[in-house]
């Protein structure tokens, strides 16, 4: 160890630091090779620039020989550098000798080949042998930076691969191109797929052309990062159902086989022990129920707090076979399969003998899993109902109850910020779960959540909010500020226990569908954006053929779909209330309840981490194309 | 070490590459400096086959970290014996050239047949440290920052700066760089503001509170490498091939 005085740059500035290279010969000739600049931002090296721009370009090329011939006398061979800084004095400093290859080398070597040039003796130019001048820029740190992915896991790597960065940088037409003498040459291409960086020099006709493709080269990079993290993201959540362990002594885990589970049922409750259905996954590629659930499991939260809350709860993987093919359902949707004639045929099948509900009538797939869900419901008769669902827009997190007083009780007492009433009963097609329900058993509080993007994180946390506040809400804990016990009972008023901050919708119209192939937004949409009547939303049919969608209503748009499905809502349209109504529109509070002080206004979209979707009419319509899997017609996500 | 591939080839037209490493590289990788090497050589007489003739890529499958190279190739004697047969007729104009050598690089270097060029272990020590720096710096009459010798432990250090600092006015505070003596981009330095004229006592008090640049270094991580460092840089030098590169080249003409 030892002390050496420290050489400020210019007052405020730290001090250039341009560095000499040279080699030894085994004749102990010294040949000096290069002059760079090293590119700093503040202390952290990002690469080297060639040849130096410094003034004293001269004196480097000098003292490094100079160092060369001691090393020569002292029995050293082979390549060597110097690292220098430029002190605020104008003054050239010697810093320390490297005795082998550095970060400069390769770049050097590199281009030596490739141009097949020299350095002057000045030490500030390169010319190759068809006379022209080259500058480079090179690292060996390039990091790849996916940038930001909704929900990503960004510890490890994207895994490219040597031949992801040479086919990018070929792509980009940034590749060696021997003709001008210019391009991008990449080393150090396998540390990419573990250590996520990589090696890269740029040469070019200029300086600054240099560090321009330079950067467009790692901008290139980073796109093709972004991507593969979206994907890997993808993957991580499809794997997180398979991997959550089943043995931390909770029991198992919510998976596509084990696909119901009861908690406090073998456990000692009493007689009143409320009876909570939760399904998640009715959709298969909306599995944020599914991860919530199994997190709580994990925690080892569930078991204990349905025993402690006196609450028996049945959780159920809707749409298992979906959930493994990664889809939104396999053959039709299952969430308008809520049907009487389905029910009735289950029936039949099970009088004629026929055990596997699934095998009823003509086969259906999801058919014979919603006659498995109603006879589940009929059997247990819950007091609570929740339907978990995610969006494929970005959207906060909403409830949509059943049409009935209770119902909507229990949606203002979620952890969410909106309401949107009759939603539920308006698809094209009928047949959810809810529709069902308020035929059925319209004495159930049921609710279907939203609980945000497909992919994002914080889609998972609201499930997870939302099961808690179910179990723990039914003997009148409340762990969510401003939400009042979830007790609900036949008579209540819904008085102060609504939070001052919800916001009520309720759906005016039928819903619009997609009608065609050729459905494409023309404007870019977010959920809960306001429109004018007229408004012009979407355009469909085909070239020849073109259609407009217009909003029918002023209004507020719910659930603008992102991943249009033929014959699916393409968006609901909604207008903003004061607080809960019933279905002819009538508020359903007693005129003895307070009104609120004032209403909320709807500026929803609280969104952390996650700019707002920024879609174009144009980047639109590429972005339906490719996701749609023809054979099937069904959005591929 | 593929990017010399282009510049060995095309500027050598009978030289034969041979690359040995821990794992065995990625066909793409070689695929894309194969094709580098032949852009660079014009088409000419440096034809993708003529390249691919002369390069030999072997290596040990053995990713074991913190194993020298050259020892993996030396626990494989049937990969030596590949080693030779392909540097066979030409081992009179070949050589292994490495940065410094161990008893395994003499070693490798006999059962090839071949002369080492490297430096002694001593000229290395003596010159790639940053006392070595300073000491060549001086000797090349290169302007280099003034500072102390080397030291070995704390106090010895303290004593040297106090010397340093003695002239400096007490109002003056002297901005300082200490170093490790042998240590990597930055990671053993540490910046030390002292005021002049202060003890050998109240420095070696500051020392402690210096601002470190290495990643995550502190006092309590500086300190034991102070000795550590100071005795192997007195007795014996870091055995080469150990660090960054994993890699021995064999050029032979």
């Not at chain 1, 085994?26 to 002059?35: F, I």
């Not at chain 1, 009963?425 to 529709?435: E, Q, R, V």
């Not at chain 2, 070490?1 to 070689?30: F, H, R, Y």
């Amino acid at each position: 160890m030892l002390a050496e005085e420290f050489v400020p740059g210019v007052a405020g500035k730290d001090a250039p630091a341009p560095s000499g290279q040279g080699v030894v010969g085994t004749d102990g000739r010294v040949t000096v090779l290069s002059t760079h600049d090293q590119i700093l931002r503040g202390h952290t090296y990002l690469g080297c620039s060639f040849p130096s721009a410094s003034h004293l370009a001269k004196e480097i090329v000098d003292s490094t020989r100079a160092v060369g011939e001691e090393l020569a006398a002292r029995g050293c061979l082979d390549h060597y550098g110097v690292d220098f800084v430029v002190g605020g004095d104008g003054k050239l400093w010697a810093i320390e000798v490297n005795l082998r290859h550095c970060g400069t080398t390769g770049p050097f070597m590199t281009l030596l080949a490739l141009t097949n040039g020299t350095m002057n003796a000045a030490g500030d130019a390169f010319i190759t042998d068809d006379g022209l001048r080259r500058w480079y820029v090179a690292s060996d740190n390039v990091y790849v930076e996916p940038g930001v992915v909704a929900g990503a896991d960004t510890s490890g790597s994207v895994g490219l691969l040597p031949c992801d960065l040479v086919d990018c940088v070929k792509n980009s037409g940034l590749g060696w191109n021997a003709h001008d003498q210019t391009g991008v040459v990449l080393h150090m291409l396998a540390s990419a797929s573990m250590h996520n960086k990589f090696g890269m020099t740029a040469v070019a006709e200029s300086r600054d052309a240099a560090v321009a493709m330079f950067a467009r080269a790692k901008e290139a990079v980073n796109a093709m990062a972004h991507e593969a993290l979206v994907a890997k993201t993808e993957w991580d959540r499809v794997r997180l159902l398979q991997d959550i362990p089943g043995d931390f002594g909770f029991g198992q885990a919510l998976t596509v086989d084990d696909d119901v589970i009861e908690f406090g049922v073998d456990a000692e409750l009493s007689e009143d022990a409320r009876k909570v259905v939760i399904v998640a996954a009715t959709h298969g590629n909306e599995i944020c129920g599914v991860l919530g659930i199994n997190e709580l499991i994990a925690e080892g939260y569930l078991h204990r707090a349905c025993v402690d809350n006196n609450v028996a709860l049945t959780v159920i993987l809707g749409n298992p076979r979906a959930t493994a093919e990664h889809k939104r359902f396999s053959e039709v949707n299952l969430n308008r399969c809520f049907v009487d004639s389905i029910e009735e045929a289950a029936n039949a099948a099970a009088e004629d003998g026929e055990t596997n509900v699934e095998g009823i009538d003509d086969g259906f797939y999801e058919h014979g899993r919603a006659a498995f869900i109603m006879g589940l419901l009929r059997e247990i008769e819950p007091e609570i109902y929740i339907d978990l669902h995610s969006c494929s827009a970005l959207s906060p997190a909403f409830a949509l109850p059943m049409d009935t007083k209770a119902s909507a009780c229990l949606a203002g007492r979620l952890p969410v910020r909106v309401v949107v009433q009759g939603l539920a009963h308006a698809t094209t097609a009928k047949g959810t779960s809810l529709d069902w329900m308020l035929t059925h058993m319209p004495e159930v509080k049921a609710v279907a959540v939203e609980c945000g993007r497909h992919d994002a994180r914080s889609s998972v946390d609201v499930a997870k909010g939302v099961v808690r506040a179910v179990v723990t809400g039914a003997s009148g804990r409340d762990r969510f500020p401003g939400r009042r016990s979830l007790v609900v009972a036949g008579n209540e008023t819904l008085a102060t226990s609504m939070a001052s901050d919800l916001v009520w919708l309720r759906t005016s119209t039928q819903a619009e569908f997609v009608p065609d192939e050729g459905f494409a937004w023309t404007c870019a949409v977010r959920p809960f954006q306001s429109v004018t009547k007229g408004d012009k939303l979407a355009k469909h049919g085909s070239e020849t053929d073109p259609k407009t969608m217009v909003a029918k209503a002023d209004g507020v748009l719910v659930m603008p779909t992102l991943l249009p499905v033929v014959g699916e809502e393409a968006y609901f349209l909604c207008q903003q209330t004061s607080g809960p109504v019933d279905w002819d529109g009538e508020p359903c509070l007693s005129t003895t309840v307070q009104p609120l002080s004032s209403t909320p206004t709807l500026t929803v979209p609280d969104i952390k981490n996650e700019p707002p979707a920024a879609l174009d009419a144009t980047s639109f319509p590429s972005l339906l194309k490719d996701n749609i899997d023809t054979s099937s017609g069904v959005l591929v996500t | 070490m593929l990017l010399w591939l282009p510049g060995a080839c095309v500027n050598s037209l009978d030289l034969t590459v041979v690359i040995v490493t821990s794992q065995a590289v990625n066909s793409d990788i070689v695929d894309y400096y194969v094709g580098l090497a032949v852009q660079a050589g014009g088409g000419a007489n440096v034809s993708e086959q003529n390249i691919r003739s002369r390069l030999h890529m072997l290596d040990c499958g053995d990713a074991t970290g913190g194993v020298p190279l050259t020892d993996k190739i030396l626990a494989r004697p049937k990969l030596v014996e590949r080693l030779r047969n392909i540097i066979g007729v030409k081992a009179a104009k070949a050589a292994i050239s490495t940065i410094t050598c161990t008893a395994s690089e003499a070693r490798l270097a006999s059962l090839l047949r071949l002369p080492l060029l490297a430096a002694s272990p001593s000229a290395v020590a003596a010159c790639g440290t940053k006392s070595g720096s300073r000491s060549m710096f001086e000797a090349a009459g290169v302007r280099f920052p003034p500072g102390t010798s080397l030291s070995f432990s704390v106090d010895e250090l303290a004593v040297k700066i106090e010397r340093h600092v003695a002239k400096v006015p007490p109002s003056e505070i002297k901005k300082l760089v200490v170093k490790l003596d042998e240590s990597f981009s930055g990671q053993g330095n540490a910046v030390l503001k002292v005021p002049g004229g202060m003890s050998a006592a109240a420095i070696r008090d500051l020392l402690p509170n210096m601002k470190f640049m290495g990643m995550g270094v502190t006092w309590d991580t500086y300190m034991p490498q102070i000795r550590r460092i100071g005795v192997r840089a007195a007795q014996s030098p870091r055995p080469c091939l150990t660090s960054m590169s994993q890699c021995v080249s064999i050029y032979s003409h």
